[in-house]
């Protein structure tokens, strides 16, 4: 594996920072280069670990990154580690501002409507020189070509999908081919985070790693998922115990 990959339960997670890589995400822009970014957090590598299918669409992916501080204490526990986390929302909005640099154009899909409208609304606002090439909520028939029909003529610069996952992994992994360009990455719920229908954890509980738990007292409803947090720390510390066999 290469240097540049450091492997956490079998996901290869791109060793940067996030500037690093909002750097080299613009090199593949400025060459038009078709590219697949998933941000990963522990919930999502150990759904990569137990199911298969999910697994091969992550294969597919040009770059993983560590979206949750459980990646990263994960990767210094087994004796690799990352720098930093390089989550989605941020690697987000540094692309929107890229793109306001470049005049780039992007295809918005995920989200209910009000919740679209209302980040469309606020990236005009922030970075005016965007093109939004095209949208569409997130409530769709699977079948259904009229997305991937729309994007194949508008030919967007970046693509971002916030269906979740493992929907919006799935989503660029069976459709890539048809596509002679683009950025495209999944990045959850950060459209309800832009458009200011979820409040992102303040500055103070992002540096002390306890975003999660902010998130989770805001929203209860999340503690099934959070359930996944302790599985994927017993499993690193088997790995990690495997390792020094």
Do not use: C
């Not at 922030?126 to 003529?153: C, L, M």
């Not at 929907?167 to 459209?191: C, H, N, T, Y």
């Not at 229908?197 to 500055?203: K, L, N």
């Amino acid at each position: 594996m290469s240097e540049r990959f450091i492997e956490v339960l079998g996901v290869p997670f791109i060793n940067t920072t996030k500037d690093q890589f909002v750097a080299r995400l613009g090199e593949h822009l400025n060459k038009e280069d078709k590219t697949f970014v998933v941000t990963a957090n522990p919930e999502i590598v150990l759904h990569a670990y137990e199911d298969k299918t999910y697994r091969d669409y992550l294969d597919r992916a040009t770059y993983i990154t560590a979206d949750g501080i459980g990646v990263v204490k994960a990767a210094g526990m087994l004796g690799t580690p990352l720098p930093e986390r390089v989550t989605g929302f941020d690697t987000f909005m540094d692309l929107l501002a890229l793109a306001n640099e470049k005049s780039y154009s992007v295809y918005l899909l995920g989200a209910k409507d009000e919740v679209l409208r209302k980040t469309i609304a606020e990236i005009n606002r922030q970075f005016p020189n965007v093109v939004i090439a095209g949208s569409h909520h997130g409530f769709f028939d699977w079948s259904e070509t009229t997305i991937e029909d729309e994007i194949k003529e508008k030919k967007p610069d970046m693509v971002f999908l916030a269906l979740g996952f493992p929907r919006q992994e799935k989503w660029i992994a069976e459709r890539m081919d048809q596509f002679d360009k683009g950025l495209f990455m999944g990045i959850g719920g950060s459209f309800d985070v832009l458009a200011g229908e979820v409040q992102r954890a303040p500055e103070f509980w992002q540096k002390v790693h306890l975003e999660w738990f902010y998130r989770l007292v805001k929203q209860p409803s999340r503690w099934r998922r959070m359930l996944a947090l302790p599985i994927f720390a017993g499993k690193v510390l088997r790995e990690k115990r495997r390792a020094k066999k």
